[in-house]
């Protein structure tokens, strides 16, 4: 075996070393693996800098979950975000400047509700919600006019893929055995199948408390700081109060647990709907293959303890429509359903995710049709449905599910609820956060009282924007020294759910790109490269990397 291994690391020095000169292999300056939104900004920043970048991405469609239903945008302190993030903003905005755009609703009659701010800030020229299929045509049109060259559907070969020069990678092959060699990557990823694949520390679950001498990861048993849990006591049996009739259905066994221990369970996954109430333009809630109302009995009996609040997170976006979020404690989340997706296979990954869709289309409908459901939230949901206009290629359902959290790089820093509640400065910012630690609920049992609860949903608010260190980028030095990670980057999982937004991902993708470029063109390691020639370019850039540039 130490034979093979040393003739398989002597061919790939010798491919490595002859790319250059062979005419017919193409070598890109930055390849960047992923369609999220870091892939795009990360392929707009190298391809300004003037380096030669491919996006391949394993998905259909650019943007992640921007373009995936995620409209009414988590943007925290806008004043955090800078450069291409703030950019896309800008863009998003010009579109809505068009009246063609305005097609269900008058601009007049928009709400221009936000987030923490105005939906449409005509002072700074920024718009922070929207329509999923404008923000994928924001994209398109971005990366065609930069002539940036986009791989779509092309699926790492995560077995045998990646190519690496003892820390450095050479190249990675899709599934359809196409291969792209670079100078450089970025995982841009929500699952970092990339980072993965190339032999990188990673962590999934949420760390002990003691880890990083944190409050808020591990095992958070009776701490209620959103309104996801059982208000009220509500039986978790087949027949109400009887312990021997076996378990309603997603109600795990594991009990209470001590707080503040590690496991490996991840924040729930849901897909972000985009829902109207316009007659012309809605496609009501079809019955999901293998439906079975059994499902949703939990919600029933929270309908019967006097819950009334399913359509608070009907959040609305242009033209009459929402983007539509887990609220409750028995919601849009699929609680419990997705802890083995970051390590799952593409088939098993197609699995959870129809189980996923079949859950959130039977939710609706649901809530919509069945008679045990209260006659005004009935006939209220029974208004709403699918947006005829969303997704026309996917039976108007998102294409992009929420992936609030999978695997996590163990890199050169690692982000802890300490930088992102002011504790600790890092000493090579990036870039910005200012949203609070966000977690969804993990699982759902059977407490002491013999009630089903939820665990898991933190919300603890951030004081002001924190600064992200550039070590959270970068894998360890001895296990890759060509790769940045923008997206499953170097945190713990309670910093993650600060993270985790869809501006900060972006963002960082510019950074990550810009720190690529510069490795290039200095001839070193993305570890090696001077943090000030990094900080120079990225200021210049309208990045925002701590308080005192704000």
């Not at 679950?205 to 591990?218: C, I, L, Q, V």
């Not at 419990?336 to 959870?352: F, L, S, V």
């Not at 802890?416 to 969804?440: A, F, I, N």
Request: glycine share 10%; proline share 4%; aromatic share 10%.
């Amino acid at each position: 075996m130490k034979i093979y291994s040393f003739v398989l690391s002597l061919l790939s020095i010798i491919i490595a070393g002859c790319f250059e000169s062979c005419s017919n292999v193409k070598v890109y300056d930055i390849v960047i693996y992923g369609g999220t939104s870091a892939a795009v900004t990360a392929a707009v920043q190298a391809r300004r800098m003037g380096q030669s970048v491919i996006i391949v991405s394993p998905d259909k469609h650019l943007g992640g979950l921007t373009s995936g239903g995620l409209g009414f945008t988590d943007s925290g302190n806008t004043g955090s975000i800078g450069g291409l993030a703030r950019e896309f903003y800008r863009r998003v905005y010009l579109e809505y400047q068009k009246d063609e755009t305005w097609r269900w609703e008058r601009r007049d009659e928009y709400g221009n509700e936000g987030q923490g701010t105005r939906a449409m800030l005509h002072s700074d020229s920024t718009m922070w919600i929207f329509e999923p299929h404008v923000a994928e045509r924001v994209f398109d049109e971005w990366v065609k006019e930069l002539k940036i060259t986009v791989v779509r559907g092309a699926l790492l070969d995560r077995e045998k893929g990646v190519v690496k020069d003892v820390s450095k990678i050479v190249s990675i092959t899709t599934l359809d055995s196409i291969t792209y060699h670079g100078r450089m990557f970025i995982d841009a990823t929500y699952e970092g199948d990339l980072m993965a694949a190339a032999g990188v520390s990673y962590h999934i679950g949420r760390e002990s408390n003691s880890t990083y001498d944190e409050k808020w990861n591990g095992n958070q048993y009776g701490v209620y700081q959103h309104g996801h849990y059982f208000k009220k006591p509500v039986s978790p049996y087949r027949i109400e109060g009887d312990s021997t009739s076996g378990l309603l259905p997603f109600i795990d066994t594991s009990g209470e647990g001590v707080n503040g221990e590690g496991d490996n369970r991840i924040q729930a996954y849901c897909y972000r709907m985009c829902l109207t109430n316009n007659p012309d333009n809605r496609t009501p809630f079809g019955k999901p293959d293998g439906y079975n109302p059994e499902n949703y009995e939990l919600l029933r009996r929270v309908f019967d303890t006097g819950w009334r609040e399913t359509f608070q997170k009907f959040d609305p976006i242009p033209n009459r429509k929402t983007d539509t979020n887990n609220h409750g404690p028995f919601s849009t989340d699929f609680i419990g359903m997705n802890y083995d997706y970051p390590e799952a296979t593409y088939e098993r990954r197609k699995e959870i995710l129809r189980e996923h869709q079949n859950y959130e289309m039977g939710w609706f409908y649901y809530i919509a049709n069945d008679m045990q459901v209260p006659e005004d939230v009935r006939l209220e949901m029974s208004e709403w449905g699918l947006a005829k206009d969303e997704f026309t290629d996917n039976g108007n359902w998102p294409h992009q599910i929420y992936v609030r959290e999978a695997r996590r790089m163990i890199g050169e820093y690692i982000t802890t609820e300490h930088e992102c509640l002011g504790r600790r400065q890092p000493p090579h910012p990036v870039g910005m956060g200012s949203y609070g630690l966000d977690s969804h609920n993990v699982r759902r049992f059977v407490n002491s009282q013999g009630d089903v609860q939820n665990e898991g949903d933190i919300g603890v608010g951030v004081k002001k924007p924190y600064s992200i260190d550039y070590g959270s980028l970068t894998p360890k030095t001895a296990e890759c020294t060509n790769l940045l990670v923008p997206v499953c980057v170097s945190c713990s999982h309670i910093a993650f759910g600060s993270i985790r937004m869809e501006p900060v991902f972006m963002l960082l993708g510019q950074s990550a790109a810009t720190a690529a470029c510069l490795s290039n063109k200095n001839k070193c390691s993305v570890q090696q490269l001077p943090y000030e020639q990094l900080r120079t370019r990225l200021l210049t850039d309208g990045q925002r990397l701590e308080i005192a540039n704000r």
